[in-house]
């Protein structure tokens, strides 16, 4: 018999990997063989999954992930269209301006989305890796937005402070993230050996750090900008027996594939919908355990 599912109030949060691919090649980038062969993709068959999990869970989060979720407007919309205003949606990208397509036209499309989208994530590195747009349209967005940047292997240190800097003025929060292949229950939360958080803690001010059993994150402070460091487990499901000896599958995230096909974990489990279904909940875990 497989265990009953558990998860947190409001549901796990549902990524979308959308049908469609980036224009770059970054080196920790673990989607990208997906997007190698795109057959079976399926823009419609994404969209009856949303319709699925929506009816199942109608106020989890939505990510919109790839691949790059802003590369094909029309069909991003298509899919934001599936989604009702009971859920909070979230949209990592690199926000690309391609041939083709104006700063306008992209600004004009979160501007029509504004009261859907909750926060737009945008992939910017230490290193170059990712097709930058301007600078001066982040600033220019008509949503909440934030940077992402992945800390990968030996990253420049010393250009921490030019790099929060940069986003001065934007609006911006910055959120900087460990590799997350490389996370382990054991190294979640052990900060001995952890540069990164010496790093941070060298050139910020620290203010705290909140967490549960699968993520957490470090609170800074710079000239009035708020920035985190994000670390999670590279897996979504935690098996555990509660008080009453019933062993549950607790997902954290469901994800909908290329393909439409919806799994329970990033390492290609696919989702019993039917056990879903009947998803038990508990009180959402993440809580603070250190402020300053
Ligand atoms: S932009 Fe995102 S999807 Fe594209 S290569 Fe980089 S990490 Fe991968």
Not at 52 to 67: E, L, Q, S
Not at 74 to 86: A, C, E, F
Not at 117 to 126: A, D, G, L, P, V
Request: contains cysteine; proline residues 7%; aromatic residues 12%.
């Amino acid at each position: 018999m497989p265990n009953p599912y558990k998860t947190r109030e409001g549901g796990a949060t549902v990524t979308v990997f959308v049908p469609y691919d980036c224009r770059n090649n970054c080196p920790f980038c673990i989607n990208k063989p997906e997007y190698a062969d795109m057959r079976g993709f399926s823009l419609k068959k994404i969209c009856k999954s949303i319709e699925r999990m929506d009816k199942i869970t109608p106020r989890c989060d939505f990510v919109f992930t790839g691949g790059e979720p802003m590369a094909n407007l029309d069909s991003l919309q298509v899919m934001l269209d599936k989604i009702p205003n009971t859920h909070r949606v979230f949209i990592n990208t690199t926000l690309p301006v391609y041939p083709g397509e104006t700063e306008e036209d992209v600004l004009g499309f979160l501007e029509r989305n504004k009261d859907k989208i909750t926060c737009i994530n945008i992939s910017r590195h230490m290193q170059k890796y990712v097709e930058e747009s301007p600078d001066e349209m982040i600033g220019r967005l008509p949503i909440p937005r934030r940077i992402n940047c992945v800390l990968y292997k030996k990253y420049p240190s010393e250009k921490l402070p030019a790099f929060v800097e940069r986003w001065k003025g934007t609006g911006a929060s910055v959120q900087f993230r460990y590799d997350y292949t490389d996370t382990t229950p054991e190294t979640l939360y052990r900060e001995e050996d952890d540069h990164i958080l010496h790093d941070l803690k060298k050139y910020f001010t620290y203010k705290g750090l909140d967490g549960c059993r699968m993520r957490n994150g470090y609170h800074f402070e710079h000239d009035g900008m708020e920035i985190t460091y994000h670390k999670t487990l590279p897996y979504s499901t935690i098996v555990e027996t509660d008080e009453n000896g019933v062993t549950y599958d607790i997902l954290y995230d469901i994800i909908i594939k290329q393909n439409g096909d919806i799994h329970s974990d990033w390492t290609g489990v696919p989702l019993d919908v039917k056990r879903y279904r009947k998803v038990v909940f508990e009180p959402n875990d993440q809580k603070w355990l250190e402020r300053c």
